[in-house]
């Protein structure tokens, strides 16, 4: 992993809310799954991209181990 560019507090924070948004995207995922195919797409968008968000801080996390 690349070294981290935070100090841990920041990162730990950054991870944190990384998860909270990742948890959020899921439940809308799961109420868009029983409504329009449009409904869906926008979900799943949202889902992916603060999926990616989450992968980005545990990277950033894992790079304080360093």
């Given at each position: 992993?690349?070294?981290?560019?935070?100090?841990?507090?920041?990162?730990?924070?950054?991870?944190?809310?990384?998860?909270?948004?990742?948890?959020?995207?899921?439940?809308?995922?799961?109420?868009?799954?029983r409504?329009?195919?449009?409904?869906?797409?926008?979900?799943?968008?949202?889902?992916?991209?603060?999926?990616?968000?989450?992968?980005?801080?545990?990277?950033?996390?894992?790079g304080?181990?360093?």
């Amino acid at each position: 992993f690349p070294p981290g560019t935070k100090n841990f507090q920041e990162a730990q924070g950054q991870l944190n809310q990384a998860a909270a948004g990742l948890n959020q995207s899921a439940n809308e995922l799961v109420q868009a799954s029983r409504g329009t195919p449009q409904d869906l797409a926008k979900a799943s968008g949202k889902y992916s991209h603060d999926f990616n968000e989450f992968l980005q801080a545990g990277v950033e996390m894992a790079g304080q181990s360093q």
